[in-house]
């Protein structure tokens, strides 16, 4: 299973754009990649999924470049409820469908 | 998307008793469950994978005498935490696959169950 690293946290005001990068360099070719978002005392939530270039969705945008290393997760306009710590995670349907967190990243949004 | 239901959503118990986490797929069938657990402040950490019909997978380091699994059916895995103590009083989430709909490289999560220890 590929490993990610992200930073461990990013602040922001409300109305900004949010950009988090991922890094997994040793992902493999079957492997895609998915952002989920947490809110204390619940669950993971599925935000998005690509395997490579461009993918878009109502919440967010994700950018793989042509090497697929790293992953950018940009979330347009946040507001104070985005607040939440955010998962890069990298992994296919082989291997038994694990499912490995990483540390996340812990976004602050500000007033 | 498809929906996981964990029952309870938390639960106190005295230290030596067990506690049964239940872990549901509401509307579609998950051969293959995971169940996690979360510290304050720390990010999941995999404890086992359970499959329906057969044995759970522990990860490394997680007791199976101490966590057991059952995954009776295809939409219900249950974790029980015996013999309880403070220490594993931590969040406890479980996601599965819906491997037959079109998003089947994606885990739906439950909304977790909070287990106190006192």
């Known amino acids: 299973l590929a490993k990610t690293t992200q930073p461990i946290s990013m602040d922001s005001y409300e109305g900004q754009e949010v950009n988090i990068t991922c890094s997994h360099n040793?992902?493999?070719?079957?492997?895609?990649i998915t952002w989920y978002q947490q809110f204390p005392s619940q669950g993971p939530r599925f935000i998005i999924q690509?395997?490579?270039t461009k993918v878009t969705n109502e919440v967010a945008s994700l950018f793989i470049p042509a090497d697929r290393k790293s992953s950018t997760l940009s979330l347009p306009r946040v507001s104070l409820s985005d607040t939440a710590v955010y998962y890069c995670?990298?992994?296919?349907?082989?291997?038994?469908?694990?499912?490995?967190f990483g540390a996340g990243t812990r976004l602050f949004v500000k007033a | 998307g498809a929906v996981v239901s964990q029952h309870p959503s938390w639960v106190i118990c005295k230290s030596g008793t067990s506690v049964k986490i239940e872990c549901r797929s509401l509307d579609f069938q998950a051969t293959t469950m995971f169940w996690y657990r979360q510290f304050p402040k720390q990010s999941l950490m995999l404890m086992a994978t359970?499959?329906?019909?057969?044995?759970?997978?522990?990860e490394q380091g997680v007791e199976k005498d101490k966590f057991l699994i059952n995954h009776a059916s295809l939409t219900l895995s249950t974790l029980t935490v015996t013999s309880a103590h403070p220490e594993d009083s931590s969040f406890y989430i479980c996601?599965?696959?819906?491997?037959?709909?079109?998003?089947?490289?994606?885990?739906?999560f439950g909304q977790g169950t909070r287990l106190t220890v006192v």
């Open positions: 040793n992902i493999a070719t079957n492997d895609y």
């Open positions: 995670l990298v992994g296919s349907n082989t291997g038994g469908f694990k499912t490995i």
């Open positions: 359970s499959n329906e019909g057969s044995k759970a997978t522990y």
């Open positions: 690509g395997y490579k």
């Open positions: 996601s599965a696959r819906d491997m037959a709909g079109e998003m089947n490289t994606e885990a739906f």
